[in-house]
């Protein structure tokens, strides 16, 4: 199976500005998501940005990375433009890993890829995990979604869903079929050219998802249970310090 890797990154973040340059054991945090691109299989793995201090520190690292506009309102646009760029036909199925997750494990990005592969009916794939405890599951950093019989996404939210109407208290609540979204998507090129021409939802600006776009003007996500979680990502220096142990700790 042959598949692209795009990593949309930008310099601006609202709680830790900088920080795909952020030092991780000595080397920056985007360096090792590009490792785990290159570990997966990828045909080729490319990090989209439009700053040129992220341009300059991939190219210290050796990475391929292209500039882009600085307009785009998401990932996926950006990862359209790549795919526009590069000429890529629309069967071409590129993944769009996150540039703040270091921990990522290579063997997840190459099975969202197959995933779409196998589901032509799907445009978008995504990866899923089991929710585990009620504190997973009221958490609204943790983004739940309902899967039909076939794996489908009916719905992504942060609110804490399907609920178990008959529980008399968190307690007794069964946690089945509560699953949480893992952030890495497969698009097929000639979705995404799709995708960045469609309007925005409401949806989407109330549960702070692009996803919901997806759904909204009617496309398919497919979603499969991760084979591996991924590690902690990277959203606050408490983060990084977090990562920076684990990694240390794996030395060892």
């Not at 445009?123 to 504190?135: D, G, M, W």
């Not at 079929?177 to 995404?192: E, F, S, T």
Request: with cysteine.
């Amino acid at each position: 199976m042959r598949f692209r890797v795009v990593i949309p990154a930008r310099y601006a973040s609202s709680r830790f500005p900088g920080k795909l340059l952020a030092s991780l054991a000595g080397r920056p945090l985007l360096a090792y998501v590009y490792e785990s691109a290159l570990a997966s299989g990828a045909e080729e793995v490319i990090i989209a940005t439009d700053d040129e201090r992220i341009a300059d520190a991939c190219e210290e690292f050796g990475a391929s990375v292209m500039m882009t506009s600085d307009l785009h309102r998401s990932g996926s646009e950006r990862l359209a433009e790549v795919a526009y760029q590069r000429g890529w036909d629309d069967e071409t199925i590129v993944v769009n890993l996150q540039g703040d997750e270091p921990l990522t494990p290579p063997d997840i990005i190459y099975q969202v890829a197959e995933d779409l592969s196998h589901f032509t009916q799907a445009s978008v794939s995504t990866l899923c995990a089991p929710i585990e405890s009620i504190e997973q599951m009221v958490d609204p950093h943790t983004v739940k979604l309902v899967r039909d019989a076939d794996g489908y996404a009916m719905y992504f939210s942060r609110a804490p869903i399907p609920w178990e109407r008959d529980a008399a208290s968190r307690t007794e609540i069964t946690l089945c079929d509560c699953w949480r979204h893992i952030g890495i998507y497969a698009y097929r090129a000639g979705y995404l050219r799709e995708y960045s021409a469609l309007s925005d939802c409401n949806l989407e600006h109330i549960e702070k998802l692009e996803q919901l776009r997806v759904l909204w003007h009617g496309a398919r996500i497919h979603t499969a249970v991760a084979v591996t979680e991924p590690g902690h990502g990277v959203d606050t220096p408490q983060d990084l310090e977090r990562v920076e142990a684990l990694l240390t700790n794996h030395r060892r």
